[in-house]
Nanobody, 118 residues
Framework: VQLQASGGGLVQAGGSLRLSCAAT????????MGWYRQAPGKQRELVAG???????NYADSVQGRFTITRGTTKKTMYLQMNSLKSEDTGVYYC?????????????WGQGTLVTVSS
């Protein structure tokens, strides 16, 4: 199983970006999905999460601006980011808790850089 994240880039404050994360492979199920970010000099933090039932949660700092969704194949997820601010700058990582061969493990994508210019 591998996760592939994409969609980062440079955007002006107030703009939008959409991140994608796809899990490749077969024979597994996905429980929880989430997006994390790590700003320069800071610890990685949870931005948004979504369960297999579609229940979502967001960091206070992005509530109302970001939306996390799952794709129709259930192996992909997206993060729509609107009204971006300079403090949203960082490397964004996707994480999925995946059940495979009777056990569950966390998988991480490689990270995609989001830079918001003010």
């Amino acid at each position: 199983v591998q996760l592939q994240a994409s969609g980062g880039g440079l955007v002006q404050a107030g703009g939008s970006l959409r991140l994608s994360c796809a899990a490749t492979g077969s024979g597994f199920n996905i429980n929880v999905m989430g997006w994390y970010r790590q700003a320069p000099g800071k610890q990685r933090e949870l931005v948004a999460g979504i369960t297999s039932e579609g229940i979502t949660n967001y960091a206070d700092s992005v509530q109302g601006r970001f939306t996390i969704t799952r794709g129709t194949t259930k192996k992909t997820m997206y993060l729509q980011m609107n009204s971006l601010k300079s403090e949203d700058t960082g490397v964004y990582y996707c994480r999925m808790r995946i059940g495979l061969a009777g056990s569950a493990s966390d998988y991480w994508g490689q990270g995609t850089l989001v830079t918001v210019s003010s």
